[in-house]
DNA sequence: ATGAAAGCGCTAACAG
DNA sequence: CTGTTAGCGCTTTCAT
């Protein structure tokens, strides 16, 4: 038997469905209305406080009510009204997440920790994406808040713009930051040590005699030792600069600071730009540092269109073991960052802070490793 | 200037952070309550139906009287509550989408095409993973229903099981499937032709004069024609199955069914040691049909740790055109969806009713794409 | 243990 | 155009 083979009709064309204006003639089906606790009172032959009081699972009822009022309510097939119930409580049992780019797997790893913990706390997410946008950022805050979530986990946008954050601890809601830290702003806080990841992993190029080593990260609107002037505006890229420009110095090289680059979110074509003008140039670097796996493939895939071998003729070392990163050629070396018990443990903090922990604010800063792989060499 | 950088306390180890028990003398902070349309009104000297009138957007008002009202709200940076405003009109502006797995980075960006639409018409998303198991499929859905979304999106597990889908429209409530038809059950569907994208992937191979030809599946409980004789329970699984063997057949293969395997969803070790059991065997397979691209992944994984090459003793294809596939050694040939526009059809579909369409439901199939890299070859 | 009644913050009739 | 009055479905005193 093939049940899904026959179709009773089909629209090919995707544009072709949808949006079919109806005549007014239509008939438009009427549904029930969604059962009540009064409905299930009235049923039970109780009051609507008693129905409410089994139906919500708080205060008591004897064994005979307490029966009566399950079995109505499964008979009627009722489903509690969480807004109402929200409504009177003031606890939505849901928490909300903002991240900078739901598509990048080191988000979705940490969503998942994130998910994990708040489901097994009775916890629902509801998750945004600020795809980096300071703007975007302030809009979801402002839904969430207004959908009177319980607490909110976000990587800000940048650090610059935190009044938006700040209302929020204000009005007491429990928040903690995600990968990046702000400055001056005490609140719960998990992190990585960036700069610490970065030095080690800048050492490991200048120590294979790298000299011209350059910095390619995502964030479009960063720069404070940047080029063009710009202030650095995510605490986890000033790290990682200050750390590389501290190896990069340490290693006696001057003005390490023209080597670094950066793209932007969701734009590959603007970061393929920047790295085919950086290697275009007579004295491009040797080696490459990613601050991200897309930066990494997306580096990966424009050094391979322009025949730039690897790690022959630059090297290549990128944040994030990506699963992709072991199946290339070659495969890259990686620094690997706890992102899963990153995402579990800042759900943890938000959770224990939901149900009423007063303790001052944790910053709690995670260890990365470096996975060696082949994608550095000496220079050529 | 390094503002960061000086942390005025650090908990450096995870474990240690949070859950510290507080003294009962603790000072618990307490929070301004919330302003409410009736402070805004009495601040503005009108009415709070007047007031709630040009906060809410609805009904007119003077000139003098909005300008009065908006000032009052600014003062006292009035957020409205949106519980209460959904328990009233019955309308949450939150669309709820359940996808099978949120690190599937096909499911990532079919949610961005949701997202996109759905914030573009006003909605907002609150995203649920399944894991692609059904019962956590219904519980998401319970809760979801609850918190009275607008609309569901969900890929649905399990085709066996779909009286919480069915129970869903039923109640009145906007349900378009994604990815996933059900046999049956006639509601929006946004599929892709998955049947002839697998049969012309699986005729290039015999073409390529491939005669042992391996299926490798993601989804655990599944088969129909599966060796184990249970029933395939998700339609574009059985379709590609069913794509996969006509094609075998009609190149003249006797009893291809031995060759379909399965993983599981998140189990990469099960699906290692399906992989190497596979290509363990004397007979082994000369090519492998994968089912999604973090099953390709695994098998290619598997693959250059079992020394085996591709394409030169097994070929690969693919489905999805995971970005990533461009640049392995080989780089793989895959079957392109068109994911995005899936994600935008199905969330457009679903605010069409939401919106109050009332046409038939429409079966929407759309168009795949073989994109031909190295990874086939003639077999050994 | 149970019931009656009062709200939560907002929108929706219905008057004026 | 604006104010009054009811609720939405649930939880929560407060009695009984």
Redesign the interface.
């Known amino acids: 038997m093939?049940?899904?083979?026959k179709?009773?009709?089909?629209?090919?064309d995707?544009l072709s469905?949808?949006?079919?204006e109806?005549s007014a003639m239509?008939?438009?089906?009427t549904?029930?209305r969604?059962v009540t606790v009064n409905d299930v009172a009235k049923r039970a032959q109780v009051s609507k406080a008693t129905a409410a009081r089994v139906l919500g699972g708080y205060g008591g009822a004897s064994e005979d009510v307490r029966r009566r009022v399950t079995a109505a309510a499964k008979a009627l097939?009722y489903?509690?009204?969480?807004?109402?119930r929200?409504?009177t409580t003031g606890k939505?049992g849901?928490i909300g997440v903002v991240v900078g780019d739901?598509?990048n797997?080191f988000f979705?790893?940490a969503?998942?920790g994130i998910?994990d913990v708040a489901h097994a706390n009775g916890f629902?997410?509801?998750?945004?994406?600020s795809g980096e946008n300071i703007e975007a950022e302030k809009s979801a805050l402002?839904?969430l808040?207004?959908?009177?979530v319980d607490g909110l986990i976000v990587t800000p946008a940048h650090?610059g713009d935190t009044a938006h954050l700040k209302?929020v601890v204000?009005?007491?809601r429990p928040l903690v930051l995600l990968d990046r830290?702000l400055?001056?702003f005490?609140v719960d806080t998990?992190v990585v040590d960036d700069?610490d990841a970065a030095f080690n992993a800048t050492s490991k190029l200048t120590e294979a005699g790298h000299r011209r080593i350059a910095y390619v990260s995502a964030v479009k609107a960063a720069a404070d030792h940047f080029p063009d002037g710009s202030p650095i505006a995510i605490?986890s890229v000033?790290?990682r600069v200050?750390g590389f420009l501290d190896a990069c110095r340490q290693a006696g090289i001057a003005d390490p600071e023209r080597w670094i680059r950066r793209g932007g979110t969701n734009e590959p074509d603007r970061l393929r730009a920047v790295v085919t003008a950086l290697m275009s140039e007579p004295d491009h670097p040797t080696a490459i540092l990613a601050s991200d796996s897309?930066i990494a493939?997306e580096i990966?895939?424009t050094l391979?269109i322009m025949k730039i071998p690897i790690p022959a003729a630059v090297s290549l070392i990128s944040f994030h073991d990506a699963?992709?990163t072991?199946?290339?050629?070659p495969p890259v070396t990686v620094i690997d960052q706890p992102i899963y018990?990153m995402g579990r443990?800042v759900a943890?903090?938000l959770i224990?802070r939901v149900n009423?922990?007063?303790?001052?604010?944790?910053?709690?800063?995670?260890k990365t490793r470096l996975i060696e792989r082949q994608s550095v060499a000496a220079p050529p």
Chains 1, 2 share one sequence.
């Open positions: 093939r049940p899904v083979s179709k009773s009709y089909y629209y090919l995707a469905t949808g949006n079919v109806l239509e008939k438009k089906p549904y029930p969604p097939d489903k509690p009204n969480e807004l109402a929200s409504m939505s849901t739901i598509e797997s979705g790893l969503v998942r998910s629902n997410v509801i998750l945004a994406n402002e839904v808040v207004g959908k009177r650090s209302a204000r009005s007491g830290s400055p001056g005490h998990v700069r605490s000033l790290e200050e897309v493939l990966f895939k391979q699963d992709w072991s199946v290339t050629n018990a443990k943890e903090i224990d009423g922990d007063t303790a001052p604010a944790a910053f709690c800063v995670m």
